[in-house]
């Protein structure tokens, strides 16, 4: 099994419904990150946590919010989905030290239409 | 925040040729890695190297933390190593504090 898991990993909706991509790790780390890709732009984060009280935006981090529900558990929400959401969306651990190696889950697709 | 720039954007091979790629960053970093996205999209760890050479079979890395640039070496390629390779880079003040921040790729295509 794999250390980071990502539900959904598919999921097609339409404009306006909510969405929630959830991650969970076994990894042990206290950070956790919420990415997204998108063709030709590399990844840019949306929502980082660094542990369970500590939640901190990213750089494109409009129209999401996270919950960090446990020190394993870290859910991101589209509260109304839009199409140019539509992306690929990674969730990634690390240690807590700021050279920490980051690993990522396997990613959620993520269309709407 | 940090810039992260690689090179080339796209790279075709035939099957057995070597390749080097480049990955070049704006400021001090503690840390660096390599990734590939595989055509299933799973991005998978290749190489933690935030400073000097490491290899991993027909890959190795080379990070110069000095001269702020990281050197990803596929040697013999495989049609197996398509896909894209992607730099990431953490930080280490300011608004790029302990956030990795990619480069946008290089798209490596490997012929038989």
């Known amino acids: 099994d794999a250390d980071v898991t990502q539900t959904p990993r598919n999921r097609i909706t339409k404009t306006g419904k909510r969405i929630m991509l959830e991650c969970s790790q076994t990894?042990?780390?206290?950070?956790m990150y919420w990415y997204r890709q998108d063709p030709g732009l590399g990844l840019r984060l949306i929502y980082y946590?660094?542990?369970?009280?500590?939640?901190n935006k990213g750089e494109i981090s409009d129209g999401y919010s996270v919950s960090r529900q446990a020190q394993a558990k870290f859910s991101l929400s589209l509260e109304s989905a839009i199409p140019n959401q539509t992306a690929l969306y990674f969730c990634a651990t690390s240690v807590a030290r700021f050279t920490g190696e980051l690993f990522f889950g396997e990613g959620s697709r993520l269309t709407v239409l | 925040g940090i810039q992260v720039e690689q090179s080339p954007p796209d790279l075709i091979l035939q099957e057995g040729a070597n390749s080097t790629l480049r990955c070049n960053f704006s400021d001090s970093v503690n840390n660096l890695q390599w990734f590939h996205q595989n055509p299933w999209g799973q991005l998978i760890n290749l190489f933690y190297?935030?400073?000097g050479t490491k290899q991993n079979g027909r890959l190795s890395a080379t990070t110069v933390a000095t001269e702020r640039y990281s050197l990803l070496y596929i040697s013999s390629s495989q049609t197996t190593d398509s896909g894209v390779y992607f730099c990431?880079?953490?930080?280490?003040?300011?608004?790029?504090?302990?956030?990795?921040?990619f480069g946008q790729g290089t798209i490596l295509t490997v012929h038989p």
């Open positions: 190297i935030p400073s």
């Open positions: 990431a880079s953490l930080g280490v003040g300011g608004t790029s504090y302990g956030k990795l921040t």
């Open positions: 946590s660094f542990d369970v009280k500590d939640i």
């Open positions: 990894k042990g780390h206290d950070r």
